[in-house]
């Protein structure tokens, strides 16, 4: 079975431009969750989709969204960039989601704004 | 609020154990878990521990978990160089993985 994948692996933008990224999970997975990780704040969550349906978001400004599809695949969009959206961008898929299932993370996005 | 503490460098030399705490405050999550992340990689889910068990143990892993105080540890016992990583701990709380910031294990030779 393939794993998380994630596309592209290192972007670098400017300020004030705009994002998306795509996340593919394992196949059969309906799950997916962002995180952002970055060296000041760790690891924090972003939102996580469940049958193209957003289940949950953290605390991020709206130019953070994102979307799934039927196939549940995912993108996340970033708009009007700013330095300290760079950041590593990790997606996760699971089967369901929930309490207890194991969350498989891609390698992620190595996002750089300049 | 939610919240997950743990310290964020462990220095241990090759072939003792290591022991990386953490401490949540949520208590109503049901799991725990402990994640390893290698450099220029992405997160691999180590062990985890459902909430009404107090040890599981998985090879050189052992996985305490105290909910009166809420603390959870990990042991890795006969530490090698191929376990320097950062070790994140984290509970689940609606859909979402609570992190701490990660502890940085050293292996000195």
């Known amino acids: 079975k393939a794993g998380v994948t994630q596309t592209p692996r290192y972007l670098i933008k400017t300020r004030g431009q705009q994002v998306t990224l795509s996340c593919s999970p394992i196949s059969g997975h309906r799950s997916v969750s962002w995180y952002q990780q970055t060296p000041g704040q760790g690891l924090q969550f972003l939102f996580e989709?469940?049958?193209?349906?957003?289940?949950n978001k953290g605390n991020f400004p709206g130019r953070f969204s994102g979307r799934q599809f039927s196939n549940s695949r995912s993108e996340m969009n970033v708009s009007t960039l700013e330095l300290g959206d760079s950041a590593l961008y990790l997606c996760?898929?699971?089967?369901?989601?929930?309490?207890?299932?194991?969350?498989?993370f891609g390698p992620g996005t190595r996002l750089t704004v300049l | 609020g939610e919240d997950v503490e743990q310290s964020l460098f462990l220095s241990v030399r090759e072939g003792d154990s290591s022991v990386i705490n953490c401490t949540y405050t949520d208590s109503s999550s049901t799991y725990l878990y402990w994640y390893k992340q290698e450099p220029g990689a992405g997160l691999q889910l180590l062990t985890y521990i459902f909430s009404n068990m107090d040890m599981k143990q998985d090879q050189r892993l052992t996985v305490l978990l105290n909910k009166k105080d809420k603390h959870l540890s990990l042991r890795i016992a006969d530490t090698q160089t191929g376990d320097s990583a950062i070790y994140f701990c984290?509970?689940?709380?609606?859909?979402?993985?609570?992190w701490g910031a990660g502890t940085k294990l050293i292996i000195k030779p």
């Open positions: 996760a898929s699971t089967t369901q989601g929930g309490s207890y299932n194991e969350q498989f």
């Open positions: 989709y469940f049958s193209e349906t957003q289940r």
């Open positions: 984290a509970e689940n709380s609606n859909y979402q993985l609570i």
